[in-house]
T-cell receptor, first 117, second 114 residues
Framework: AQKITQTQPGMFVQEKEAVTLDCTYDTSDQSYGLFWYKQPSSGEMIFLIYQGSYDEQNATEGRYSLNFQKARKSANLVISASQLGDSAMYFCAMREGGTGANSKLTFGKGITLSVRP | DVKVTQSSRYLVKRTGEKVFLECVQDMDHENMFWYRQDPGLGLRLIYFSYDVKMKEKGDIPEGYSVSREKKERFSLILESASTNQTSMYLC?????????????FGQGTRLTVV
């Protein structure tokens, strides 16, 4: 079974508008962490935001926020005031807790975001 | 400035060759990962290591092996390269604790097997 599911094939947003990128996850661990990364056309992987399973507040980092709904196992990324430079592939990832042997980092298939001027 | 360095940006190898992809990190991280990235499939974990000489299979380990003899270096080995291993390979590293530390990625190696 997929651990991280990102089903939106591609998203378009008008510059200066907000956009939500969906991510659902599957784990039986109580302790886990969720990450979002951005990959522009240059190929580098850029860390955006983190949400821990025990965090009571939704994470925010500048224009990025995470809509964390634990019961639904979803961790959607919200980008406010989109900019042309936000056009990229976005990946959701999960790290499960426990021992070192279990601390792998699993990614979803990614979502392509295109920002229109 | 933190760094994960992959030995090659581009590689072209022949079918059946033994291929080594090297990754070095300078952050004293316990965890190191090898992924392959293919269009429409995202990043798929091949192997990871949480300590020297320790390794765990990821989701697609078949056809690959790894070696971690020193903390800073994690090697991916294609024992007998095949054309279906043509892909972008990404190495990453992270601290084991705390949980909220992000993984840092290398620049990627685009491997073509002909």
């Amino acid at each position: 079974a997929q651990k991280i599911t990102q089903t939106q094939p591609g998203m378009f947003v008008q510059e200066k508008e907000a956009v939500t990128l969906d991510c659902t996850y599957d784990t039986s661990d109580q302790s886990y962490g969720l990450f979002w990364y951005k990959q522009p056309s240059s190929g580098e992987m850029i860390f955006l935001i983190y949400q821990g399973s025990y965090d009571e507040q939704n994470a925010t980092e500048g224009r990025y926020s995470l809509n964390f709904q634990k019961a639904r196992k979803s961790a959607n990324l919200v980008i406010s005031a989109s900019q042309l430079g936000d056009s990229a592939m976005y990946f959701c990832a999960m790290r499960e807790g426990g021992t070192g042997a279990n601390s792998k980092l699993t990614f979803g298939k990614g979502i392509t975001l295109s920002v229109r001027p | 400035d933190v760094k994960v360095t992959q030995s090659s940006r581009y590689l072209v190898k022949r079918t059946g060759e033994k291929v080594f992809l090297e990754c070095v990190q300078d952050m004293d991280h316990e965890n190191m990962f090898w992924y392959r990235q293919d269009p429409g499939l995202g990043l798929r974990l091949i192997y990871f290591s949480y300590d020297v000489k320790m390794k765990e299979k990821g989701d697609i380990p078949e056809g690959y092996s790894v070696s971690r003899e020193k903390k800073e270096r994690f090697s991916l080995i294609l024992e007998s390269a095949s054309t279906n291993q043509t892909s972008m390979y990404l190495c990453a590293s992270s601290l084991f604790r705390p949980m909220n530390t992000e993984a840092f990625f290398g620049q990627g190696t685009r491997l073509t097997v002909v």
